[in-house]
């Protein structure tokens, strides 16, 4: 079992910024994915960034060179530093971490946090 745990969402106006982290525990494979998704209300589920064990770092167009994401091994913690945030940005995050177990590609998902842009 993985259990994924996101802190650091909240409200925060346009242009202002907000750190993301999320922690996993149980049974973490030293090769795997971590990353974030998002989910505006009537909308699909969709990548933000994601980064592998070995650093390979993967965004959606949307939030290049406003959003940073980073990761440390060692605490098998992902992190994502949202800067310049738009009303557009507003969404409920999830953590993602994706490894393989047994030959089977495995996908496990945090509860979700809300990220509020507003004035």
Partial sequence: ??????????????????????????????????????????????????ITNGGIINYADSVKGRFTVSRDNGKNTVYLQMNSLKAEDTAVYYCNLVQVVRSLQRNYWGQGTQVTVSS
């Fill in 1 to 50: 079992q993985v259990q994924l745990v996101e802190s650091g969402g909240g409200l925060v106006q346009p242009g202002g910024s907000l750190r993301l982290s999320c922690a996993a525990s149980g049974s973490i494979f030293s090769i795997n994915t971590m990353g974030w998704y998002r989910q505006a209300p009537g909308k699909q589920r969709e990548l933000v960034a994601d």
